[in-house]
């Protein structure tokens, strides 16, 4: 199976109406949506999803912002689909993210309100993806053009 990751617009992106936006810039590179939910995340929830950065001075806020509105949770496939979202998303604070990229064209803080949330690496997306979506809930398909897509014949 090609690799997994867990993209969620965080609240920011749903209350000022950038999932369209989002969703069509990883359509456009190619990539395939096995996966979405629109959801509530709740504090606990959000506690387990940056568990990492538990202890450190902005784990609370990043907790509460997470869980502070509606999200658009997704799994999103293809070779590589990590490394190409994280380079998609650019880095962590908007006011510092290149233009070109989802943050750097659409988010201007220097506070981590940032949009977008992707998994970092293979063993986080798999613990992420966990977090969200059971096995059913995500769909293995192919496209039709997938050779011209992607250059594998499928
Ligand atoms: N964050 C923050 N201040 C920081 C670091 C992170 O507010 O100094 C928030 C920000 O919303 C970020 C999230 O915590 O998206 C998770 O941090 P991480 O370092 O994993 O950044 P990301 O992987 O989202 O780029
Ligand atoms: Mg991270």
């Known amino acids: 199976m090609a690799e997994r990751t867990l993209i969620i617009i965080k609240p920011d992106g749903i209350q000022r109406r ?13 990539l395939k949506l096995v996966g979405a939910k629109l959801m509530q995340i709740s504090r606990e929830q959000a506690e387990r999803h940056y ?57 201007c803080s220097p506070e981590g309100i940032n949009l977008i949330h992707g998994s970092d690496s293979p063993p986080s997306a798999e613990y992420e993806i966990g977090l969200y979506f059971s096995p059913e809930e995500m769909v293995s398909y192919s496209f039709a053009d997938e050779r011209w897509v992607t250059g594998k014949k499928s």
């Open 51 to 107: 568990a990492v950065h538990k202890g450190k001075p902005f784990f609370p806020r990043t907790v509460e912002y997470l869980s502070s509105g509606p999200v658009l949770a997704m799994v999103w496939e293809g070779d590589g689909v990590i490394a190409m979202s994280r380079e998609m998303m650019g880095s962590t604070f908007g006011a510092q993210a290149k233009p070109g990229t989802i943050r750097g064209d659409f988010s």
């Open 18 to 30: 950038l999932a369209g936006e989002v969703i069509s810039r990883f359509e456009r590179k190619g």
